[in-house]
């Protein structure tokens, strides 16, 4: 489902400090579970998704620390789609700390055969030239930098939700471990992001990392969202469309190396970290409108 967000510039004089996430620094995922009006998230449920968050501990990005304009008529509004009921437009006054990404998550019936829908946030902004600059830097054909996305569950009773942590998943039932994953990869960009498009060429994903591993590429599916039944291994990928009950899966090397390819990082060994100061010169914006796509499933 695509949605589209307003972005404009605006000469406001409001100060902006920019700053990175340091090497080193995994990506934060804080779940928000405001919209779980259901109470589908369980105690049992959330260690689920904190084991997912943790599976990426190995990967930073460097989104900046981009507070809420404060300058008289300035907003920046995330634009979410109701993870519990599907309705879009959902507003929340947004700020960012370098390098997390919050993630609205809830439950309702997704419809047939759809297990789970996810996908980074769109944003409502007006602000100044130098604050729209910084986030213009966010979404580019380069990098991906999401700030925040939504993740839905089917709650519907075709289905059975193993939510535990053991790999060991009962013969039909569906592991919410493997569908979390599945979804925190659309919300990071793979399918869902103008950095991620930029490097299909014909029916293959061609990023500089994946041929790396993989020459010529990964095939993708007709509307570029999901591998194509893709292996690594012997093992199909978590971002195939579709996965089978009674089964875990994990994300694989390939899959980091996909999210490489959209600017996100290997956190370093601790003995091999190094810093780095970076000057960054703010220039101008231009009012214009950004695509912001939600909620791939």
Known sequence: MKTSSRLKGIALGLAVTLGSVLPGHAIAI??????????FFTEERKLVLEKAAARFD???ID????????EEGAYWDWNIINPSTGVAGTYIPGSLQAGTVTIYVGAYDLGEGV???GGP???DVLATPEWVAIFDTLNTPEV????????????SSEYTWY???SDEVPDGEVDLYSVVLHELGHVFGIGTSDAWDARIVGDHFVGDHVVSLLPGGVQVT???SHFEDAEWNGMPLLLNTALLEGQRYDWSDLETAALQDLGYVLVPEPATISFAVTGFGLLFALQRRRRARQNAA
């Open 30 to 39: 804080i779940w928000n579970y405001d919209y779980d009006t259901g109470g």
């Open 58 to 60: 190995h990967l930073a």
């Open 63 to 70: 989104s900046p620390d981009l507070p809420y304009p404060t």
């Open 115 to 117: 297990l789970g829908r």
């Open 121 to 123: 946030a769109g944003s």
């Open 144 to 155: 991906f930098k999401p700030y925040a996305g939504t993740l839905s569950l089917t709650n």
């Open 163 to 165: 939510s535990g942590l």
């Open 222 to 224: 007709d509307d570029h």
